[in-house]
């Protein structure tokens, strides 16, 4: 639900709050769930086809195949 808002709507305010409140985000979270991503996909790069992490191997790795055709 933090990354994509995934079901943001079935949790109360206050309950969402709470779960912020225990489990703030850092001041580098943009930085770092893209870095978290990065490192799951890097070795895979074939996996990104057609989907958003295909710009995260973009931007980490600019030599990088990228987005691999399924031609």
Known sequence: MDVLGIGFDEFPDAQREAVVAAYPR???FKEDIIQAFYNGIKHKPETTFGNVKADVL???DPHS??????A
């Open 26 to 28: 850092t001041p580098r």
């Open 58 to 60: 973009a931007d980490k």
């Open 65 to 70: 195949c990228g987005e691999i055709s399924a």
